[in-house]
């Protein structure tokens, strides 16, 4: 049996690459380790694991109240750390009413007690989110077409 891939992109198997850190085993060396494993924590809908690496400072008490999003997709675009703070670009793409939105943001950490933390983040504007044809390929990589996987009738 071939691994699973690890949602957030990286193309490593879940379990070496963000698994570990949402299971708790180990803390996100990185910003970006942490950012990888947060999108992948978005994709699962693993609510405790947001709430565990949100800056209490910032924490949105209504977390979840909403429905979960289709995350179809993450790159990074840039990841810097200096001391206890990191800042991490990424483009996250997902699927909502059967259109791609692209979200991009510049996001801020803070490491405490040895941990990264997300604190907050800056949205850039990438344009308005664009309908998906039910015969273009899916978004989410699965190589079907979008009519047969991720559209909503
Ligand atoms: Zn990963
Ligand atoms: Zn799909």
Known sequence: MT?????CGSKLPFDTCCGPYLSGA????????????????FFN????????TWHPE????DLGSEEPSNWVGLDIL?????????????????????????LHEISYFD????????????????GKPEKISKSAVCPCGSGKQFGNCHFER
């Not at 809908?45 to 565990?52: A, Q």
């Not at 990841?79 to 791609?100: T, Y």
């Not at 490491?111 to 504007?125: M, T, V």
């Open 111 to 126: 490491k405490i007690d040895g941990a990264w933390l997300y604190h907050s983040g800056d949205f850039e504007n990438d």
């Open 45 to 52: 809908n693993d609510l405790d694991y947001l709430k565990k």
């Open 26 to 41: 180990r803390f996100a060396p990185t910003p970006e380790a942490l950012m990888r494993s947060r999108y992948v924590a």
């Open 58 to 61: 910032t924490f949105p008490e």
């Open 3 to 7: 691994p699973l891939p690890c949602p």
């Open 78 to 102: 840039a990841a810097e750390e200096d001391g206890e703070e990191g800042e991490v670009e990424f483009k996250a793409r997902l699927i909502f009413q059967n259109k791609l939105e692209v």
